[in-house]
């Protein structure tokens, strides 16, 4: 029983925490901007591979900077401390749609899932986009969620 209602506050917690970010993103989706949210720790070569991956241009996205103070500052208490490190790797993209729903695509996380980003951006209102949650190199995933 204990086990059950510590996930759920964790998941609770993960889903305020998705609102939160999409709340921060709010003004992108209502034109469709394309919208990308890079780890500062990445080197140049490492943004650089992201944003190849993602297939994009840094001119033509939104680009948005997450650091790890601002994990901490959202995910203390939800994600562990090894979750959370003390540098942040994981990027995002999120390209709105006019249908389809919300699908995810994952690369190189250790902890984050595509279930959980797609439950938390639907929970949080979301409800067609294409994202791509990726780290060049292994990363919990935690950086997206600002």
Known sequence: MKFNMKFKNKAVSLIMCGALFLSNLTFVFADSTRVVTIGVNNSPQQKETILKYFGVNENEVEVISVNNQEE??????????????????????????????????????????????????????????????????????TGIFI
């Open 72 to 141: 901490r500052q959202y995910l203390e208490g939800i994600a562990t401390e090894a979750q959370i490190g003390t540098k942040t790797y994981s990027c995002a993209y999120v390209q709105p749609t006019s249908s389809g729903g919300i699908n995810v695509k994952t690369a190189n996380l250790t902890w984050l899932t595509s279930a959980t980003v797609a439950s938390t951006l639907t929970t949080a209102g979301l409800k067609n986009a294409d994202v791509v949650v990726a780290s060049a190199i292994p990363a919990s995933g």
